[in-house]
Protein backbone atom coordinates (compact mmCIF):
# COMPACT_ATOMS: atom_id res chain seq x y z
CA UNK A 1 0.00 0.00 0.00
CA UNK A 2 1.43 3.39 -0.95
CA UNK A 3 -0.33 6.29 0.71
CA UNK A 4 0.49 9.91 -0.34
CA UNK A 5 -0.21 13.34 2.36
CA UNK A 6 -0.80 16.93 1.07
CA UNK A 7 -2.43 19.95 2.52
CA UNK A 8 -0.43 21.02 5.47
CA UNK A 9 1.17 24.13 5.95
CA UNK A 10 1.17 27.33 7.96
CA UNK A 11 -1.47 28.45 9.73
CA UNK A 12 -2.51 31.10 12.84
CA UNK A 13 -3.43 29.73 15.83
CA UNK A 14 -7.33 29.28 15.56
CA UNK A 15 -7.23 29.06 11.49
CA UNK A 16 -8.11 25.59 10.03
CA UNK A 17 -6.26 22.93 7.66
CA UNK A 18 -7.39 19.81 5.64
CA UNK A 19 -4.94 17.40 4.90
CA UNK A 20 -5.29 14.70 2.25
CA UNK A 21 -4.01 11.06 2.03
CA UNK A 22 -4.35 9.53 -1.47
CA UNK A 23 -3.84 5.55 -0.91
CA UNK A 24 -3.02 2.95 -3.84
CA UNK A 25 -2.73 -0.54 -3.56
CA UNK A 26 -5.17 -1.76 -1.11
CA UNK A 27 -6.87 -5.05 -1.46
CA UNK A 28 -8.83 -6.10 1.65
CA UNK A 29 -12.13 -4.61 2.64
CA UNK A 30 -11.59 -4.06 6.46
CA UNK A 31 -9.13 -1.84 7.66
CA UNK A 32 -8.03 0.88 9.61
CA UNK A 33 -6.40 4.47 8.17
CA UNK A 34 -4.79 6.44 10.77
CA UNK A 35 -2.90 9.89 11.31
CA UNK A 36 0.13 10.02 13.45
CA UNK A 37 1.88 13.30 14.30
CA UNK A 38 5.25 13.72 15.42
CA UNK A 39 5.76 17.71 17.19
CA UNK A 40 9.32 18.79 16.94
CA UNK A 41 11.78 17.00 19.53
CA UNK A 42 8.53 14.61 20.58
CA UNK A 43 7.69 11.02 19.88
CA UNK A 44 5.06 9.91 17.72
CA UNK A 45 1.47 10.45 18.72
CA UNK A 46 -1.64 8.70 17.51
CA UNK A 47 -4.46 11.31 16.10
CA UNK A 48 -7.64 9.47 14.63
CA UNK A 49 -8.28 6.39 12.90
CA UNK A 50 -10.85 5.45 10.33
CA UNK A 51 -12.07 2.17 9.89
CA UNK A 52 -13.09 0.99 6.34
CA UNK A 53 -15.88 -1.25 7.37
CA UNK A 54 -18.81 1.00 8.50
CA UNK A 55 -17.06 4.21 8.63
CA UNK A 56 -16.46 4.20 12.26
CA UNK A 57 -13.97 6.95 13.75
CA UNK A 58 -11.94 7.43 16.72
CA UNK A 59 -9.75 10.43 18.33
CA UNK A 60 -7.27 10.92 20.48
CA UNK A 61 -8.64 13.08 23.63
CA UNK A 62 -6.00 16.17 22.26
CA UNK A 63 -8.22 16.88 19.39
CA UNK A 64 -11.81 15.88 20.08
CA UNK A 65 -14.05 18.32 18.79
CA UNK A 66 -11.29 20.04 16.34
CA UNK A 67 -10.22 17.52 14.14
CA UNK A 68 -12.49 15.41 11.72
CA UNK A 69 -11.50 11.91 9.60
CA UNK A 70 -13.41 11.01 6.97
CA UNK A 71 -12.48 8.77 3.65
CA UNK A 72 -13.44 8.84 0.36
CA UNK A 73 -14.07 5.29 -1.23
CA UNK A 74 -14.17 6.46 -4.49
CA UNK A 75 -11.05 8.49 -4.55
CA UNK A 76 -9.26 6.04 -2.01
CA UNK A 77 -8.08 9.16 0.25
CA UNK A 78 -8.64 9.99 3.82
CA UNK A 79 -8.96 13.42 4.94
CA UNK A 80 -8.56 15.45 8.06
CA UNK A 81 -10.42 18.16 8.73
CA UNK A 82 -8.34 20.47 11.56
CA UNK A 83 -10.16 23.54 12.70
CA UNK A 84 -9.62 25.43 16.30
CA UNK A 85 -5.85 24.86 15.63
CA UNK A 86 -3.23 25.41 18.49
CA UNK A 87 0.74 25.93 18.75
CA UNK A 88 0.51 22.06 19.73
CA UNK A 89 -0.69 21.05 16.95
CA UNK A 90 2.39 21.98 15.27
CA UNK A 91 3.66 18.77 13.72
CA UNK A 92 4.91 16.03 10.62
CA UNK A 93 1.47 14.75 9.91
CA UNK A 94 1.54 11.15 9.29
CA UNK A 95 -1.04 8.68 7.26
CA UNK A 96 -1.05 4.96 7.93
CA UNK A 97 -2.55 1.82 6.91
CA UNK A 98 -3.09 -1.34 8.79
CA UNK A 99 -5.12 -2.92 11.85
CA UNK A 100 -5.88 -1.42 15.18
CA UNK A 101 -2.72 -2.18 16.91
CA UNK A 102 -0.24 -2.11 14.23
CA UNK A 103 0.29 0.35 11.46
CA UNK A 104 1.76 -1.40 8.20
CA UNK A 105 2.17 1.73 6.01
CA UNK A 106 3.20 4.88 6.38
CA UNK A 107 3.02 8.22 3.98
CA UNK A 108 6.07 10.51 3.73
CA UNK A 109 4.38 13.01 6.30
CA UNK A 110 2.85 16.52 5.38
CA UNK A 111 4.65 19.53 7.71
CA UNK A 112 1.89 21.90 10.01
CA UNK A 113 2.65 24.57 11.55
CA UNK A 114 0.32 26.66 13.69
CA UNK A 115 1.60 30.03 14.42
CA UNK A 116 1.28 33.76 13.90
Known amino acids: VQLVESGGGLVQPGGSLRLSCAASGITYYSYYMSWVRQAPGAGLEWVSS????????YYADSVKGRLTVSGDDAKNTLYLQMNSLKSDDTAVYFC??????????WGQGTQVTVSS
Open 50 to 57: FYSDGGNT
Open 96 to 105: TYGSSLFFAS
